[in-house]
């Protein structure tokens, strides 16, 4: 039986008696300073001790010298670190940050996941977990704030709130992980600590600004952004998409291993199918990297040219997942349907994706349509008709 209360690190109770013998009746008790006591119940002499603040009683033996004997071995183990036969282990957080990298390596978002290990590793280095405070988690956001983008040379910009938040989850995560694999004990730090508040991107492409940015680009980018705005796949689906995913003759991409975890299948439009077959075949990939070796892994630094060609600095390749999404519902796509194009699980998700400013702007309209023939519409302006409106 183990009671928490504070207590020296080895020993007998802070607020026991001197030590000394004493007897009641047939109960023996035996104190031993700085150790702990035996006392004897029927024939047996039990332990009573206490490490680290928590109070340990166990049987002994029936023999009061070989009770002593072991009370004196669990002092020696927790000298050594050892109560028992349980070692304590000093979990430190970058050995446990890299066992955790190893547990989420079949991720697909590991490239992203290492990133913020990297960021958590400077700051939290060899503390123990334990030792690793709500307060010390908060540090660790203020000081990230002052952090440069960019590197040194091309360094213009503090790290945004948003970027803080994906590492404190992986924070969170982390002492997840280590809660239930049991390395750590207690309240998971991060879970005191308030995240940046964030505001949903709501970045939709005009028809005119999509134009811009395909005359902006070169090949195999035009190709792969026209996928994107038709698909709504991921950057990451897309580029690292295989020649036996693309069924040309059901027009359908299929995609056995999404980030839900789930076996989609992605219609093709006329615009896609011809831009597939029009892909000359080299290797198993259908955007293969250099030297024909893998998939093309990353076209982040042709992206930002174009868009600073295109005079659309803010937009983000993941952007063009939320324009597929409108264009979907502006075209009269139920939001079940549009859910399961983009493969999300949750349908509160979907709704972030799309922009609903053209729903709402008819919805307005045809208010205004009800009003077209009538006293209060005839004869006056659009703002007088509404101030009239507004008085009845």
Same mark, same amino acid.
């Given at each position: 039986?183990?009671?928490?209360? +504070?207590?020296?690190?080895?020993?007998?109770?802070?607020?026991?008696?001197?030590?000394?013998?004493?007897?009641?009746?047939?109960?023996?008790?035996?104190? *031993?300073?700085?150790?702990?006591?035996?006392?004897?119940?029927?024939?047996?002499?039990?332990?009573?001790?206490?490490?680290?603040?928590?109070?340990?009683?166990?049987?002994?033996? +029936?023999?009061?010298?070989?009770?002593?004997?072991?009370?004196? &071995? !669990?002092?020696?183990?927790?000298?050594?670190?050892?109560?028992?036969?349980?070692?304590?282990?000093?979990?430190?957080?970058?050995?446990? &940050?890299?066992?955790?990298?190893?547990?989420?390596?079949?991720?697909?978002? *590991?490239?992203?996941?290492?990133?913020? *290990?990297?960021?958590?590793?400077?700051?939290?280095?060899?503390?123990?977990?334990?030792? *690793? @405070?709500?307060?010390?988690?908060?540090?660790?956001?203020?000081?990230?704030?002052?952090?440069?983008?960019?590197?040194?040379?091309?360094? @213009?910009?503090?790290?945004?709130?948003?970027?803080? %938040?994906?590492?404190?989850?992986?924070?969170? %995560?982390?002492?997840?992980? #280590?809660?239930?694999? !049991? !390395?750590?004990?207690?309240?998971?730090?991060?879970?005191?600590?308030?995240?940046?508040?964030?505001? &949903?991107?709501?970045?939709?492409?005009?028809? =005119?600004?999509? +134009?811009?940015?395909?005359?902006?680009?070169?090949?195999?980018?035009?190709?792969?952004?026209?996928?994107?705005?038709?698909?709504?796949?991921?950057?990451?689906?897309?580029?690292?998409?295989?020649?036996?995913?693309?069924?040309?003759?059901?027009?359908?991409?299929?995609?056995?291993?999404?980030?839900?975890?789930?076996?989609?299948?992605?219609?093709?439009?006329?615009?896609?199918?011809?831009?597939? @077959?029009?892909?000359?075949?080299?290797?198993?990939?259908?955007?293969?990297?250099?030297? $024909?070796?893998?998939?093309?892994?990353?076209?982040?630094?042709?992206?930002?040219?174009?868009?600073?060609?295109?005079?659309?600095? =803010?937009?983000?390749?993941?952007?063009?997942?939320?324009?597929?999404?409108?264009?979907?519902?502006?075209?009269?796509?139920?939001?079940?349907?549009?859910?399961?194009?983009?493969?999300?699980?949750?349908?509160?998700?979907? &709704?972030?994706?799309? %922009?609903?400013?053209?729903?709402?702007?008819? #919805?307005?309209?045809?208010?205004?349509?009800?009003?077209?023939?009538? %006293?209060? $519409?005839?004869?006056?302006?659009?703002?007088?008709?509404?101030?009239?409106?507004?008085?009845?």
């Amino acid at each position: 039986m183990i009671e928490r209360a +504070g207590g020296p690190d080895f020993g007998d109770r802070p607020s026991g008696p001197t030590c000394k013998e004493e007897g009641t009746m047939k109960t023996t008790s035996l104190r *031993i300073p700085g150790q702990g006591r035996i006392y004897k119940r029927g024939a047996v002499w039990y332990l009573d001790y206490w490490v680290d603040g928590c109070r340990r009683q166990e049987r002994g033996s +029936g023999s009061k010298e070989e009770a002593l004997r072991i009370l004196a &071995a !669990r002092r020696s183990d927790a000298e050594r670190g050892e109560v028992g036969f349980e070692k304590k282990k000093v979990v430190h957080f970058s050995d446990f &940050a890299d066992e955790y990298l190893k547990i989420k390596a079949d991720k697909r978002s *590991i490239r992203s996941i290492r990133g913020y *290990i990297k960021h958590l590793k400077a700051f939290f280095g060899e503390l123990p977990l334990s030792k *690793i @405070t709500p307060e010390l988690v908060d540090q660790y956001k203020q000081e990230r704030l002052k952090d440069k983008v960019g590197g040194k040379r091309k360094a @213009t910009r503090t790290v945004k709130g948003q970027s803080i %938040n994906r590492e404190l989850s992986a924070l969170k %995560n982390i002492f997840s992980v #280590a809660l239930k694999q !049991r !390395r750590f004990r207690g309240e998971n730090p991060v879970k005191a600590v308030s995240f940046f508040p964030e505001q &949903a991107r709501d970045y939709v492409l005009s028809m =005119e600004e999509v +134009g811009r940015l395909l005359e902006a680009v070169g090949e195999p980018l035009r190709k792969i952004i026209l996928i994107a705005l038709n698909t709504g796949l991921r950057k990451g689906e897309i580029l690292s998409l295989r020649w036996a995913q693309v069924n040309l003759e059901e027009k359908v991409l299929m995609f056995a291993r999404t980030k839900s975890a789930k076996f989609l299948r992605v219609p093709m439009n006329p615009i896609v199918e011809g831009v597939l @077959t029009g892909i000359e075949r080299q290797g198993d990939y259908v955007f293969p990297g250099r030297w $024909g070796k893998r998939h093309l892994v990353d076209c982040k630094k042709d992206f930002e040219a174009a868009r600073e060609k295109a005079k659309l600095p =803010e937009l983000h390749f993941h952007d063009l997942r939320h324009c597929a999404a409108t264009y979907w519902d502006q075209s009269g796509a139920s939001g079940r349907t549009i859910q399961e194009l983009l493969g999300h699980q949750d349908p509160r998700t979907t &709704a972030r994706y799309i %922009n609903t400013d053209e729903q709402r702007r008819q #919805a307005v309209e045809a208010v205004a349509v009800r009003f077209t023939g009538t %006293n209060v $519409g005839q004869g006056q302006s659009q703002e007088g008709a509404t101030v009239a409106v507004s008085r009845n």
